[in-house]
């Protein structure tokens, strides 16, 4: 089974700018999580879907929003950059047969 | 105070040593715990998963959960240079969402 994938893997991109990021989970992992990850937070809960729908969210700006497709893709937006949004973005898909969440390799994103 | 406390270290130790690594938790309702090791510009990878109190092995991996202490351990046995990487306690309460809470990581190094 092909895992967790996340496009683009790197990003640059300058103040105020807005940015979208991928995520396929896992064929026939219905749930997708977003998480960010800094050196001075550590792995931080963004918001979780499933089947379409938020079922979570983390303590996060208005300016972080997410979305998830009929096929179980998901994207989140960040808008309005800021220098401290630079950090790497993990999608996790969790298996709804055990419960386990399987990270993708991330987006490192670069705000300068 | 955070939910989830971990030692960030460093922990350093010769190959083949037994490897101890801990967290402690403030909320009661996690009810499921997770250990992933992250290498270096990675994607955290799921080691071991636990439900309940007690131990669980995987090969050089022993997952340890007691639930009374609020405290979980995974030991590793017969360390190699290869485990050097970044471990991180992770739990959650199972409720209608996937959110997981992180620990810090520790950074583990296995001397050759």
């Known amino acids: 089974k092909a895992g967790v994938t996340q496009t683009p893997r790197y990003l640059i991109k300058t103040r105020g700018q807005q940015v979208t990021l991928s995520c396929s989970p896992i064929?026939?992992?219905?749930?997708v999580s977003w998480y960010q990850q800094t050196p001075g937070q550590g792995l931080q809960f963004l918001f979780e879907?499933?089947?379409?729908?938020?079922?979570n969210k983390g303590n996060f700006p208005g300016r972080f929003s997410g979305r998830q497709f009929s096929n179980s893709r998901s994207e989140m937006n960040v808008s309005t950059l800021e220098l401290g949004d630079s950090a790497l973005y993990l999608c996790?898909?969790?298996?709804?047969?055990?419960?386990?969440?399987?990270f993708g390799p991330g987006t490192r994103l670069t705000v300068l | 105070q955070k939910e989830v406390e971990q030692d960030p270290g460093p922990l350093s130790v010769p190959e083949g040593a037994i490897v101890s690594l801990n967290c402690t938790y403030s909320n009661s309702a996690f009810q499921y715990f997770m250990w992933y090791r992250q290498y270096s510009r990675k994607g955290p990878e799921l080691l071991m998963y636990?439900?309940?109190?007690g131990n669980k092995e995987d090969g050089r991996f022993t997952a340890q959960v007691d639930k009374s202490s609020k405290y979980i351990s995974l030991f590793i046995r017969d360390s190699q240079p290869s485990d050097s990487a970044t471990y991180l306690c992770?739990?959650?309460?199972?409720?209608?969402?996937?959110?997981?809470?992180f620990g810090s990581g520790t950074r583990l190094l296995v001397r050759p």
């Open positions: 064929s026939g992992h219905r749930s």
């Open positions: 992770a739990m959650t309460r199972m409720d209608s969402s996937y959110k997981l809470i």
């Open positions: 636990t439900y309940s109190s």
């Open positions: 996790a898909s969790t298996s709804g047969a055990t419960d386990t969440q399987y």
């Open positions: 879907y499933f089947s379409e729908t938020q079922r």
